[in-house]
């Protein structure tokens, strides 16, 4: 038996959310599995140093995506704001029901 809904493709917006999720995620187990052998932190400045002339690059690339991130975020927020409010009726216009 087929269903009668038809399956939908994700938004790009979906992906995009689910991205950045992996992306924290995996940051976050890749520090604790450091922590766990080296009893420390990653250190930023030596890891910025490893990586040369081409430091300043990545940490701009790293910004930019973060900005990014920030606009859609805000741009979701301003929306449902923007929404929620004009949902809202006003009670002086509410007539009583008898």
Do not use: C, H
Not at 15 to 39: E, H, K, R, T
Not at 47 to 57: D, I, N, R, T, Y
């Amino acid at each position: 038996m087929r269903s009668a809904k038809k399956a939908e493709d994700w938004s790009v917006s979906t992906m995009s959310w689910y991205a950045v999720f992996i992306w924290f995620g995996a940051s976050l187990f890749s520090q604790s599995v450091y922590m766990a052998f080296n009893g420390q932190p990653y250190d930023a400045n030596l890891m910025l140093e490893s990586a040369g002339p081409f430091a300043w690059v990545l940490v701009a690339i790293e910004v930019f995506v973060w900005g990014i991130v920030a606009l859609f975020f805000g741009g979701k927020v301003f929306n449902r704001i923007q929404v929620s409010s004009s949902e809202i009726s006003s009670s002086d216009t509410v007539a009583p029901q008898s």
